[in-house]
């Protein structure tokens, strides 16, 4: 039996740079943080003992003789990459729901990708690890996802991560003092304003038309720049990274009608007015998460609040790990 471990995401700036559609002509760029909220893969050889070869469980419960009948996608299509044939029993469970804005979707696949894969008894690096979920996400599914989910998932860490033209990407983990990590962590705050979607259909407009928003995207662009300068001052300026997100903010509403709504822009315009600095709804939009930036005690204020559901959490330095491991 494996189990692996693999924690989410909040992305910060330059999201949407991070589609193969942009990136491959323009080049992109990003900046997010992997946090301490995972998905866990459970998965070992199902017995002969069963009518059926496979037992699949997420939300649903499939058993299947075949790997072509399993419904679920990333499922289906990991293990016909790995090119898998003995019967399997896989078991999803997560700290937080699907369809939240903080890359569940690519942390399922990374995981997945690394407890098979040690199933197998395979050695997978965090680059591999990434690479193949991106090319099952993006080529085998065929999800409208982009490119900075999986690396994040993989890698883990708080990280600057570009990407090329020929499609590499580099990642450049930002080493922050523990003053500075402790008073960016205690500044900001997860906010759950409802309705999960599913990012895939909201990013398909967005991809659609990206040729359209070269200005908007070039102005990401631009926003990764300064926050990477904010990130790496001696003492973190948190109202500077705030105006910073609110940017982010405004630029990504830009990019559809789709991202957000009257019950999402009431969310913000209240952490604005109970004091933030700025933030952003994470993920391609239409609901899930808001990620918001205030100093400690405001952000102690918005918690008591109850309007809105709030999730504490801390960055994740692991990335994806094989947490249990057993061969009997």
């Known amino acids: 039996m494996i189990i692996s471990r693999t924690p989410l995401r909040v ?41 059926h070869k496979h037992c699949i469980r997420y939300y649903l419960r499939e058993e299947i003789n075949s790997i072509k009948e399993i419904k679920h996608p990333s499922v289906r299509e990991t293990l016909k990459f790995l090119n898998f044939k003995r019967g399997v029993e896989i078991i999803h469970n997560a700290d937080l729901p699907a369809r939240s804005g903080l890359g569940s979707s690519s942390s399922f696949t990374v995981g997945l990708l690394n407890s098979i894969s040690a199933l197998q008894e ?32 993989a890698f883990g860490g708080f990280n600057k991560i570009n990407f090329f033209q020929n499609g590499n990407f580099t990642v450049k983990p930002y080493i922050l003092s523990g003053s500075n990590l402790n008073l960016l962590e205690e500044s900001l705050a997860l906010f759950f304003v409802g309705m999960p979607r599913t990012a895939s259909n909201v990013a398909k407009y967005q991809i659609s038309s990206i040729n359209k928003r070269f200005i908007e995207l070039n102005a990401m662009l631009d926003l990764v720049k300064d926050a990477d300068i904010e990130f790496k001052r001696k003492r973190l300026d948190i109202k500077s990274i705030g105006k910073l997100l609110n940017e982010q903010w405004l630029l990504k509403k830009k990019l559809s009608n789709k991202i957000t709504n009257l019950t999402i822009d009431s969310a913000y315009n209240f952490f604005m007015n109970s004091g933030a600095y700025g933030g952003k709804l994470c993920g391609a939009g239409a609901g899930g998460f808001m990620l918001i930036c205030a100093n400690k005690e405001k952000i102690s ?14 960055f994740d330095f692991t990335g994806s790990q094989i947490i249990y491991s057993s061969r009997k």
Request: glycine share 6%; charged share 25%.
């Open 301 to 314: 204020i918005m918690k008591k609040s109850k309007k809105f559901l709030h999730v504490p959490f801390n």
């Open 11 to 51: 992305s910060f700036f330059g999201g949407g740079t991070d589609y193969p559609d942009w990136f491959k002509k323009n080049n992109g760029s990003v900046i997010s943080a992997a946090i301490n909220k995972y998905s866990y893969i459970n998965s070992r050889y199902l017995p002969n003992f069963f009518k």
């Open 122 to 153: 395979r050695i997978i690096s965090k680059r591999n690890l990434a690479n193949k979920a991106i090319y099952i996400e993006q080529k085998k599914i065929k999800e409208n996802v982009g490119s900075q989910d999986q690396i994040a998932s």
